[in-house]
Nanobody, 123 residues
Framework: QVHLVESGGGSVQAGGALRLSCTAS????????MGWFRQAPGKEREEVAR???????SYGDSVKGRFTISKDNAKNTLFLQMNSLKPEDTAVYYC?????????????????WGQGTQVTVSS
């Protein structure tokens, strides 16, 4: 059974930084397309960043240059370093895993989700 557990969310002022972690069990991060999604109140869920098995990262336009996705396959853990945070980054952030070469991510879906962690950025 796959479990994804996020940590590292919290409250920060604009311009600050946070680092999210996602520890996976039941799958190997080395064999999965891993990603971060977020959902703000009243908005659609959006993909923030992904890192496929080839390691070629990609980012949503709103976070490019500020966020960095990475993973430690030895620890089966995914990270999201968030710098220069803005109030519009406020959302629940979800870790996701796709074992089908990002097929589900391309449709904004994922077979596996974490429980989510709240990030709040104040101005």
């Amino acid at each position: 059974q796959v479990h994804l557990v996020e940590s590292g969310g919290g409250s920060v002022q604009a311009g600050g930084a946070l680092r999210l972690s996602c520890t996976a069990s039941g799958l190997a991060t080395s064999s999965a397309c891993m990603g971060w999604f977020r959902q703000a109140p009243g908005k659609e869920r959006e993909e923030v960043a992904r890192i496929p098995t080839d390691g070629y990262t990609s980012y949503g336009d709103s976070v490019k240059g500020r966020f960095t996705i990475s993973k430690d396959n030895a620890k089966n853990t995914l990270f999201l370093q968030m710098n220069s945070l803005k109030p519009e980054d406020t959302a629940v952030y979800y870790c996701a895993a796709d074992l089908a070469n990002c097929y589900y991510f391309n449709d904004g879906r994922s077979p596996f989700w974490g429980q989510g962690t709240q990030v709040t950025v104040s101005s």
